[in-house]
């Protein structure tokens, strides 16, 4: 059973900084993608910034200069490390995974439960 839990949401002012954190856990044999996703209500969950293996990082144009997304392979973990935030950042953010669990090297995705980020103004 793989499981991804995210980790390091809260409350912060604007202009502060958060570090979110998704540990990967369960039969995994290697990663190819990690990504983190954000959604506010009535809306459609959006890609933040995503981390593939032999890939540069990528990221979405409303954070760029202000996010950075990272990974620690050996410990199946991908981190968000958010600067600068704004009250337009606030969202439920999702860890979301494609791994190999298995010899057939076909990836399945995954999703985390989500962490909430709250940015006052």
């Known amino acids: 059973q793989v499981r991804l839990v995210e980790s390091g949401g809260g409350l912060v002012q604007a202009g502060g900084s958060l570090r979110l954190s998704c540990v990967a856990s369960?039969?995994?044999?290697?990663?190819?993608?990690m990504a983190w996703y954000r959604q506010t209500p009535g809306k459609q969950r959006e890609l933040v910034a995503a981390?593939?293996?032999?890939?540069?990082?990528s990221y979405a144009d409303s954070v760029k200069g202000r996010f950075t997304i990272s990974r620690d392979n050996a410990k199946n973990t991908v981190y968000l490390q958010m600067n600068s935030l704004k009250p337009e950042d606030t969202a439920a953010y999702y860890c979301?995974?494609?791994?190999?669990?298995?010899?057939?090297?076909?990836?399945?995705?995954?999703w985390g439960q989500g962490t909430q980020v709250t940015v006052s103004s």
């Open positions: 981390f593939s293996s032999g890939a540069r990082p």
């Open positions: 369960g039969s995994i044999l290697s990663i190819n993608t």
């Open positions: 979301n995974a494609d791994l190999f669990v298995d010899t057939r090297r076909i990836p399945y995705n995954y």
